[in-house]
Each structure stands twice: as structure tokens, then as C-alpha cells.
């Protein structure tokens, strides 16, 4: 293999060049991104770098010294896949061919039809999105979160902290239910009202209005009521960026579906990160997880597989992994808690928001949940990894 | 030289947090070394006692920069820099370290909270 072109110039991108430099693979190596910045780190965007506490220096992810020997073409967007020639078009027109493809397109916020794009409306994905949204924050006033998730309950902890007067509106009964189960998400979601910031659960949202210049004015409710509102929020997840491999005949189900090792329906092409779903032996189903620690670790084994054309034999992926920081507590959970029929708390207390809570099934252990309790976090997830490997 | 804490009492796989200032992490490996480390994490106020030791790295209990613990060299982000090593000695079956006299390099917010200012 004399090229490869890595598609996606993020954390996984990043983690694939890395790790193909690594191999000792010393062909042309060609990032494409479609942001026009190198690659920085995104959790901050929603705590430190949004709270004004960190700066865009902190987030860049190379290091100081760090030469891949990579040509990078950043703000330079991917539309097309050809699976013959092994050829990616570009936005521009430019058309970029290898031998080898990483797919690393990530995945876009979704949006809420009803909350029509307007001034003081976000979403939080990008480096842009956080300076747009971070200079709303500053003018303070009330700000409304459509979405009780993981990045909708961050800004409403940083916004809290700077002051804002904060409302979280929920769709679901309970917060974060998909992710930690419906006790868990209860105890973690209480951290809003333990703060003063309220939770309004189980109510869609209709729509937004606008004042007189077009700025969003108020969030109106499913049910009615309406939420005067200066900024607002849109947290509703995220979806695999893909929609440019149409037509590739790639097979594709939520994400590019992949083997447990990244490799795609095509040859000489594997996908990582956020937009790729990778076959999980253990679930037996193919799974896309949108965690930080995946974009970093599994590009190793979808590199190999890339190099060798044959599963490089790495060892499983380590169970998921994330952190959140919401209201100076740490949550930490690895695992998955889908599946799980007990929820024990081990150490600690909920009303303590203190806890370290395990998921079994049939007895076995396979999830974990931590708040505030790194050090017993780190055993149970070694006892995960040794249960599941 | 500063005592940590009798040989016997660090078992293999387990970490030592020295409370010195900055804190002082110090490693017992499965195979049997012994190692010491600035516990704080380069990236954010983490105690790296608390990390995934796995041979002579340990991962930090947050995210997933790992740190050799023979150079202090970190593979991986969100850290970029290296953490300082100690020299440990073992005399009379008591653990004791020996501080570097290069400056530690922590992350900004326990800079800062180790100053005195806010974290």
C-alpha cells in the first residue's frame, strides 16, 4: 500500500494517521477535513472551552513537535466515494485517489424541525459552533436546553455557572434512560434541580418564536407553554455524517457498517470513529459508539486491518467508555447499561450524588457507573474489560 | 529523601499517593518494579494513582492519555506533556522517594489552584 487517504480530520482521523505512522507505513499519507481547523479536542467545547476557561490553544490535539508527514487538505469536504478507482471527490471539485480509505466523517448535531434556524438558536458540535454559542452565553439572560442529554445537561452546567438562568426540556420521562438506565439517568439528571437550574421532562417541543428582529424570543412546548428565552439550545444527539457515501454501494445501517475490526463492504476501505458502526461479537449486532476513548483506540485495529487486507488480530475493543463533568461532579460509565436487569450501588449514595453504581446481567457485571468516584471506577472497569475480553 | 510508605503494605498492581506538593504517585507493577510519578494528570487535575496501570503505563482515570512510567512520556491525548519521574529507594523494606528538581508540569487549573487561585 503506497497511499492512503484519511477522510475525517478529528480525533479519529488523527488516530488513524497516528497509528498507520506507528505500523511503520511510510507511503503518502493525505487528511481531508472538512472544518478549516487541524484537530482539536471537542469535550471541552461544552465545559472549559465554553465556560471561557480554556482557550483554542488548549484543544489543539497534535503535539508541539508532532510531524506525520501527512498533506492536509482542511476545509475541503468529501462528496463522493468511488469504490473502483478508490477515489474521493471533493466539495471543490478536486478529486483525491489511494489505495487505502479511512473513512472519519464523524457525525453532525441534529436539529429539531420545529426550531427553525435563527439567531440565538444553536447546536454544539463544532470549534465554530462553541465561539458562536459562547458569545451568546456572555450577553446572560435565560437560556433554554431542548434535550436532557449529555451535551444539553454540560451547557446547562456551564451556562448555570456563568450565571445564566437555565431550563432544561427533556422529551422523554427521565434523562439520559438510553445511555445509564432509568435510575441512574434519574440520580445523574437530579443534579439540575440539586442546582436551581429546572428540568421540564416529558414534553416535546413545538417550535421557537421570534422578537421583532428575528432573534429567538421564546421556546414554545408540545403542550403549550411557552419559555421566554434569550439563547437556546439544541441538544438532540447526533447523526453519522455518511449521506456522501451514497452511491458508493458501501453498506450502510446507522453508520458504515464495519466488522469488529473497522473494515468496511468494500475492500481496501475501513471506517472509524463516530460514523462507523462496528460488529460487537459480544452483542451481536453492529453498534455505533460515539465516545471520545473509540475514536481514539479503535483506529489502531481498523489500520492494521487496512495494511494486512486480514483481521490484524488486536485484541477486542476495551468496553465503552465516557466521562461527563456536570456541576464540578465527575460521571464516568463504561459498559452498556441496555441489557442490564439489576442496578446495584456499591459504594456511596445517590442522594449524595456519590456513587458507584454496577450493571449485571444474569449475575455478570457489564456496566459501570461512577460519579465522583474515580479510583473504584478504574477496578470495576478493569474487571469489565477482563470480563468481556 | 521522603518515606512513602513500608513495601509490604503496596501490594503489585496498586498505587501509592504521596501528599506532598504537587502529590507524588508511586507504582508497585504486577512484574514487580517499582516507580514514581507526579500523580497529577498534564491535562486535568486527575490523580493518576487512581489510573489503569497496565505494565509500566498507567492511563489516567479520565480520559485515555497514557504515561510511561519509566521516561514520564505520554502516548496519546488530550495530554501533550510528559509527567516528571522520582527516583525510588527501597531501604530497610520502606519505600522512599527521591524529588526531581525539574519543574512539574501540571495542568493549568491545579496550577492555578495550587497557587492559590480558583480551580
Redesign the interface.
Same mark, same amino acid.
Given at each position: 500500500m503506497r497511499s492512503v487517504l484519511v477522510v475525517g480530520a478529528s480525533l479519529a482521523g488523527l488516530s488513524a494517521a497516528r497509528a498507520l505512522r506507528a505500523r511503520g507505513y511510510d507511503g503518502r499519507l493525505v487528511l481531508v477535513g472538512d472544518e478549516p481547523h487541524r484537530p482539536y479536542d471537542r469535550p471541552p467545547l461544552s465545559k472549559e472551552f465554553l465556560a471561557g476557561q480554556a482557550d483554542e490553544a488548549a484543544l489543539v490535539l497534535e503535539a508541539e513537535d508532532e510531524d506525520l508527514g501527512a498533506e492536509w487538505l482542511l476545509g475541503a469536504r468529501a462528496v463522493a466515494l468511488d469504490p473502483g478507482a478508490r477515489s474521493v471527490g471533493l466539495a471543490d471539485g478536486r478529486t483525491v485517489t489511494a489505495d487505502g480509505v479511512v473513512i472519519a466523517t464523524g457525525a453532525a448535531a441534529r436539529t429539531l424541525p420545529g426550531a427553525a434556524a435563527r439567531s440565538g438558536v444553536h447546536t454544539l458540535r463544532t470549534l465554530d459552533d462553541a465561539r458562536a454559542l459562547r458569545a451568546d452565553l456572555a450577553r446572560g439572560g435565560r437560556l433554554v436546553v431542548i434535550g436532557g442529554g449529555f451535551i444539553g445537561a454540560e451547557v446547562a452546567s456551564t451556562a448555570h455557572a456563568l450565571g445564566l438562568e437555565v431550563t432544561v426540556v427533556e422529551a422523554a420521562p427521565t434523562p439520559l434512560s438510553g445511555p445509564l438506565g432509568e435510575a441512574m439517568g434519574g440520580v445523574v439528571s437530579s443534579l439540575h434541580r440539586d442546582h436551581g437550574v429546572r428540568l421540564l421532562c416529558g414534553t416535546g417541543v413545538r417550535g421557537t418564536e421570534a422578537d421583532g428582529e428575528g432573534r429567538v424570543a421564546a421556546v414554545v412546548l408540545a403542550d403549550g407553554r411557552r419559555l421566554p428565552a434569550d439563547t437556546v439550545v439544541v441538544g438532540v444527539g447526533a447523526r453519522p455524517c455518511t449521506d456522501w457515501l451514497a452511491g458508493s454501494g458501501i453498506e450502510i445501517g446507522d453508520g458504515v457498517l464495519c466488522g469488529a475490526d473497522g473494515r468496511t463492504s468494500l475492500p481496501g476501505v475501513v471506517a472509524v470513529g463516530d460514523c462507523a458502526a462496528w460488529y460487537d461479537p459480544a452483542a451481536g449486532a453492529h453498534h455505533r459508539v460515539e465516545h471520545w476513548t473509540g475514536a481514539l483506540e479503535r483506529p489502531a485495529a481498523a489500520v492494521a486491518a487496512l495494511l494486512s487486507g486480514s483481521p490484524g488480530g488486536q485484541r477486542a475493543p476495551r468496553p465503552p467508555y465516557f466521562w461527563s463533568d456536570q456541576y464540578g461532579v465527575r460521571i464516568q460509565f463504561a459498559g452498556r447499561a441496555a441489557g442490564a436487569d439489576t442496578v446495584t450501588v456499591e459504594e456511596g449514595a445517590p442522594q449524595g450524588r456519590d456513587v458507584l453504581a454496577v450493571y449485571r446481567r444474569g449475575g455478570v457485571p457489564v456496566a459501570v457507573l461512577g460519579m465522583n468516584r474515580p479510583r473504584s471506577f478504574t477496578r470495576w472497569r478493569k474487571r469489565l474489560a477482563a470480563v468481556t475480553s | 529523601m521522603i518515606p512513602v510508605c513500608r513495601l509490604a503494605d503496596l501490594p503489585r498492581g496498586e498505587a501509592f499517593r504521596l501528599e506532598t506538593d504537587p502529590p507524588v504517585a508511586v507504582f508497585h507493577t504486577e512484574e514487580g518494579e517499582l516507580y514514581a510519578i507526579d500523580d497529577t494528570c498534564t491535562h486535568q487535575d @486527575? +490523580?493518576l #494513582?487512581?489510573?489503569?496501570l497496565e505494565g509500566c503505563e498507567v492511563e489516567c =482515570?479520565?480520559? #485515555?492519555s497514557k504515561f510511561d512510567l519509566r521516561t514520564g512520556a505520554v502516548d @496519546? =491525548? =488530550?495530554a501533550?506533556r510528559p509527567v516528571r519521574t522520582h527516583e525510588v529507594v527501597v531501604e530497610d523494606g520502606v519505600i522512599h522517594v527521591r524529588l526531581s528538581p525539574s519543574a512539574p508540569g501540571l495542568p +493549568?487549573?491545579a496550577a492555578g489552584r495550587l497557587a492559590g487561585g480558583a480551580g
Open positions: - | @486527575a +490523580s #494513582a487512581d489510573g489503569w =482515570p479520565l480520559h #485515555a @496519546a =491525548p =488530550p501533550r +493549568s487549573c
